[in-house]
């Protein structure tokens, strides 16, 4: 596994993309998303949000924060505290419970001002390799040509996906697009979730484990995600 991993992220770190990460004003929210049994989904936080902290009556202590790579920001009262994967309400309470540690009946408000649009990647051997905007239902091969298409170097008949599944792994999906341009099979495409990475090879990888670690992606996936 440890091989094929390898094979994989040398590959990516051929690509060199550069892509910045783009922020948006909290003004503009992102459509809800409805979770088990219907409720309503509320935004979670992500490194590079922006947020604005706010006390009612110890301005003092009023903060701008960004959230780091790591999912943590630094409090003036409470020190470093984990946001990341937490709705804004959840972050309220989890200050609020640090600063009653130093303040007696702290009112706190909790703005978000900047936060990451849903995106996805293509890298590879595609026209124009980047990280596109997810604004609305997206498969895989609409991505591609997003990315202006296949180069003629493209091994097509391999499109490789890899989708978080949580803080520590990656699951790896692979599509024949080969296939689909011949026979127009859309059941060999994929709809994209927020995050995804499609990899478009030059040469087959004669075999690629279902499971990755972010761990081994991390130093090529960063630079794109953040």
Do not use: C, W
């Not at 937490?86 to 419970?97: A, C, W």
């Not at 026209?127 to 091994?155: C, H, N, S, W, Y």
């Amino acid at each position: 596994m440890i091989k094929n991993v390898l094979a994989i992220t040398l590959f990516i770190a051929s690509l060199g993309l550069a892509v910045q990460a783009q922020t948006r004003s909290a003004r503009v929210i992102h459509p809800p998303k409805l979770g088990v049994f219907g409720v309503e989904e509320r935004y979670v936080l992500h490194p590079g949000d922006v947020l604005d902290v706010q006390y009612r009556y110890t301005p003092e202590f009023n903060q701008t924060l960004i959230v780091q790579p790591d999912g943590y920001v630094s409090l003036e009262i409470g020190g470093d505290v984990k946001v990341a994967g937490r709705n804004l309400e959840q972050v309220r309470t989890l200050i609020l419970s640090k600063a009653r540690t130093r303040l007696a009946a702290p009112e706190l408000t909790i703005v978000l001002k900047e936060f990451q649009k849903p995106y996805v990647v293509v890298s590879g051997e595609v026209a124009q390799p980047g990280k596109f905007e997810l604004r609305e239902t997206l498969t895989a091969i609409q991505a591609v040509m997003l990315a202006g298409g296949f180069k003629d170097t493209a091994k097509s008949s391999q499109i490789i996906v890899f989708r978080k599944l949580n803080a520590e792994t990656a699951e790896v999906k692979t599509l024949n697009f080969k296939s689909l341009k011949r026979t127009g099979d859309l059941e060999n495409d994929l709809t994209l979730e927020p995050g995804d990475m499609i990899l478009v090879p030059r040469n087959r990888i004669s075999k690629i484990e279902r499971y990755v670690r972010l761990a081994s992606l991390a130093a090529f996936l960063n630079p794109i995600i953040r």
